[in-house]
T-cell receptor, first 113, second 108 residues
Framework: DTGVSQNPRHKITKRGQNVTFRCDPI?????LYWYRQTLGQGPEFLTY????????KSRLLSDRFSAERPKGSFSTLEIQRTEQGDSAMYLC???????????FGSGTRLTVV | AQRVTQPEKLLSVFKGAPVELKCNYS??????LFWYVQYSRQRLQLLLR??SRESIKGFTADLNKGETSFHLKKPFAQEEDSAMYYC??????????FGSGTRLLVRP
């Protein structure tokens, strides 16, 4: 197990297009988190899953954003009709219930042109 | 409101000098606080957490509930400590609330 894996590493898309990112957590971790980080800011919480259940969504997650974790393993984050303001680094992290320490992936950098 | 404040965007020190990265928080409950570090071209990684009261790479941080602070300290900075440091608060639903980060630059 090589840690939390995110694909793609970089994505450039035109405004209005849909994009999907994938996160593969550490295999025994049952919690999976998505964060967004813009330039000069710390990561901001978007949503998290415990197994396949999505337990919380931030108000930052507009109706253009959807996340899934269908079998409690990998997760996808989809952004529909992308806007320039969606340009950011999207980070995934995983953890075990009861363990407060997250393991982060390297992130997917999205650029909307 | 739950908030983490890191007042310094950049802290520049010379090698061997003491370092203190400031972090203040606002939280109504009993806080759990963390420091995460991001070295150049690497992923964000946990440096230390207040509940374990450990010292990692010579860094320590003490939770001061009276001052609502969790400053990160190291007595003698090394060049390899140059990185982005984020203070974070874990809320009751296990999500992390991050500060905006402080870039530490250790000059030779």
């Amino acid at each position: 197990d090589t840690g939390v894996s995110q694909n793609p590493r970089h994505k450039i898309t035109k405004r209005g297009q849909n994009v999907t990112f994938r996160c593969d957590p550490i295999s025994e971790h049952n919690r999976l988190y998505w964060y967004r980080q813009t330039l000069g800011q710390g990561p901001e919480f978007l949503t998290y899953f415990q197994n396949e259940a999505q337990l919380e969504k931030s108000r930052l997650l507009s109706d253009r954003f959807s996340a899934e974790r269908p079998k409690g393993s990998f997760s996808t984050l989809e952004i529909q009709r992308t806007e320039q303001g969606d340009s950011a680094m999207y980070l995934c992290a995983s953890s075990l219930s009861g363990d407060r320490g997250y393991t982060f992936g390297s992130g997917t950098r999205l650029t909307v042109v | 409101a739950q908030r983490v404040t890191q007042p310094e965007k950049l802290l520049s020190v010379f090698k061997g000098a003491p370092v203190e990265l400031k972090c203040n928080y606002s939280y109504s409950g009993s806080p759990e606080l963390f420091w995460y570090v991001q070295y150049s071209r690497q992923r964000l990684q946990l440096l230390l957490r207040h509940i374990s009261r450990e010292s990692i790479k010579g860094f320590t941080a003490d939770l001061n509930k009276g001052e609502t602070s969790f400053h990160l300290k190291k007595p003698f900075a090394q060049e390899e400590d140059s990185a982005m440091y984020y203070c974070a608060l874990m809320d009751s639903s296990y999500k992390l609330i991050f500060g905006s980060g402080t870039r530490l630059l250790v000059r030779p």
